[in-house]
């Protein structure tokens, strides 16, 4: 079991939806981020939240709108995505506040457009 | 932009046999991390070496950092069918605190 946990698991969406990615973590960590991961691929880094403030944005299309409500939750909201948002979304969190350390991975959410 | 470069792309191995990685990158760090990944899971982070330091071991794993060359290597000892997965090498640059920066990965199989 991860230390950070993601729902749902799985996701699957029509262009028109709106829907959202949830992400959790209880070690204390103040610095959160969304990674998109396509198959066979690295990971991408989309966001990143440091003390609940975005700290960077990676030019990700506005249909994409991170949120982050307190220290230990970190959301993902979605509209209007496209076939090619298809993939698996990955949350991570890390300590102090900065990336010095190892950061710490959920399982993701896989996410799949109509 | 990708920073590191693993390679190979895929390598399959015995059970028993010895796995090594290899990842090479472009511009200064402050460290480098390595992270597994089995199918459908999230990273696991493994191991980090700063750039101040030449090797690291953990358990079953050695990690060696040549800044010189700009490259590391990631050696699994007696592999076992547990290690299949993708292992993903991960730079940190000083001028970012929070970019980590990913190759594009090694698949290794380990056969039983």
Redesign the interface.
Known sequence: D?E?T?TPKHLVMGMTNKKSLKCEQHMGHR?M?WYKQKA????E?MF?Y?YEKL??NESVPSRFSPECPNSSLLNLHLHALQPEDSALY?C?SSPWG???????????T?LSIL | S?QGEEDPQALSIQEGENATMNCSYKTSI??L?W?RQNS??????LI?IRSNEREKHSGRLRVTLDTSKKSSSLLITASRAADTASY?CAT?SGG?????T????T?LTVNP
């Not at chain 2, 459908?40 to 982070?45: A, I, K, Q, W, Y």
């Not at chain 2, 970012?96 to 980590?100: D, E, I, T, V, W």
Request: glycine share 14%.
């Open positions: 991860t950070v993601q610095a981020y066979k691929k690295p990971p880094l990143v440091s700290s960077i990955l991570a900065v990336s010095q350390g190892p950061q710490h991975f959920g399982d993701g896989r | 990708q402050n460290n991390q992270y459908g899971r999230g990273l696991v982070h980090l993903f940190k970012s605190n929070y970019k980590l990913f190759g594009k990965g698949l």
